[in-house]
């Protein structure tokens, strides 16, 4: 776990260096093309010019993060709940974050009748969990717990840090696309189109991190039947709308879902083998 830890945890923080990069390369590249204009590459303003791109690609970078952060809880929806609307739910998720750890996210219920839950560190060690009416009205005691249990191990191990940073950084024209607002689609002008991006999307997030939570997920339970349950109930009822750009952060995926994630029944196959 602390090997894999460690490879979410370097691949999060590639995924900011590169996003802060790729800005402050644009920014350069337009005042290199405006000092060729004007032919004003001298010394004297070299320096200054250089400065001014790097706070203004951070600057720039910050305010996209900050605005992928919202396009992100948009999308996926929900409003905050408590220990005292959810008492199972806080109960079995107080229990498994003390197990193993972590600290207890913030909770929202989205009013649907789709029975899933996405989970998605936007900021560093500030978690949301995001679950579906349909899943805690339709779920046992036993199907609800492997299935939190499997998504705090997501939180745990750092591939929750990672997939969400992937969704904000490259994924960001499909989240822009879905929500944004004009000065969104006028800031990401620069960037990949949907269908490149979410390409370059399926890439980074690598296929063997479902496996990886399930595994972890039913070390915390010591019971692999109530997630192979669970997976096997809600897999035709767990649908996201396809066009999300957050759709790689919801727990139970739909077959074929254009990032390459395992299906159902090979989840299924890998818990049956532990």
């Given at each position: 776990?602390?090997?894999?830890?460690?490879t979410?945890?370097a691949?999060?923080?590639r995924?900011?260096i590169?996003?802060?990069?790729?800005?402050?390369?644009?920014l350069?590249l337009i005042?290199?093309?405006?000092?060729?204009?004007?032919?004003?590459?001298?010394?004297?303003?070299?320096?200054?010019?250089?400065i001014?791109?790097l706070?203004v690609?951070?600057?720039?970078?910050?305010f996209?993060l900050?605005r992928?952060n919202k396009?992100?809880m948009?999308?996926?929806g929900g409003a905050?709940?408590?220990?005292?609307?959810?008492?199972?739910?806080?109960?079995l998720?107080?229990s498994?974050?003390?197990s193993t750890?972590?600290?207890?996210?913030v909770?929202?219920?989205i009013d649907?009748?789709t029975?899933?839950l996405?989970?998605?560190e936007?900021?560093k060690?500030t978690?949301?969990?995001?679950?579906t009416?349909?899943?805690?009205?339709?779920?046992s005691?036993?199907?609800?717990?492997?299935?939190?249990a499997?998504?705090?191990?997501?939180?745990?191990?750092?591939?929750a840090?990672?997939?969400?940073?992937a969704?904000m950084?490259?994924?960001?024209?499909?989240?822009v696309?879905?929500n944004?607002?004009?000065?969104d689609r006028?800031?990401?002008?620069?960037?990949?189109?949907p269908s490149l991006?979410?390409?370059?999307?399926?890439k980074?997030?690598?296929?063997?991190?479902d496996?990886?939570?399930?595994?972890a997920?039913?070390?915390?339970?010591?019971?692999?039947?109530?997630?192979?349950?669970a997976?096997?109930?809600?897999a035709?009822s767990?649908?996201i709308?396809p066009?999300?750009?957050?759709?790689p952060?919801?727990?139970i995926?739909?077959?074929?879902?254009?990032?390459?994630?395992?299906e159902i029944e090979d989840?299924?196959?890998?818990?049956r083998?532990?």
């Amino acid at each position: 776990m602390n090997d894999l830890k460690k490879t979410y945890n370097a691949r999060a923080r590639r995924l900011i260096i590169n996003f802060w990069l790729y800005n402050v390369g644009v920014l350069g590249l337009i005042a290199l093309i405006i000092g060729v204009i004007n032919q004003s590459l001298s010394a004297k303003f070299l320096v200054p010019s250089l400065i001014l791109v790097l706070l203004v690609g951070t600057l720039v970078t910050k305010f996209l993060l900050t605005r992928a952060n919202k396009l992100v809880m948009t999308e996926i929806g929900g409003a905050q709940s408590s220990e005292h609307a959810e008492p199972r739910l806080f109960n079995l998720l107080g229990s498994i974050c003390m197990s193993t750890g972590v600290s207890l996210p913030v909770v929202r219920v989205i009013d649907s009748e789709t029975n899933n839950l996405a989970v998605a560190e936007l900021n560093k060690d500030t978690v949301n969990f995001s679950i579906t009416r349909g899943l805690l009205e339709n779920s046992s005691l036993i199907e609800l717990e492997a299935l939190l249990a499997a998504s705090i191990a997501r939180v745990s191990s750092n591939e929750a840090r990672h997939s969400s940073l992937a969704v904000m950084t490259i994924g960001l024209p499909l989240l822009v696309k879905q929500n944004g607002t004009a000065i969104d689609r006028i800031l990401t002008l620069h960037y990949l189109s949907p269908s490149l991006a979410q390409r370059k999307l399926k890439k980074e997030l690598h296929n063997d991190r479902d496996f990886n939570a399930d595994s972890a997920g039913v070390g915390v339970t010591r019971y692999p039947p109530g997630l192979i349950l669970a997976l096997e109930k809600f897999a035709h009822s767990s649908r996201i709308d396809p066009s999300f750009g957050s759709l790689p952060l919801w727990a139970i995926n739909a077959d074929s879902d254009g990032y390459g994630r395992p299906e159902i029944e090979d989840r299924v196959a890998a818990l049956r083998e532990l």
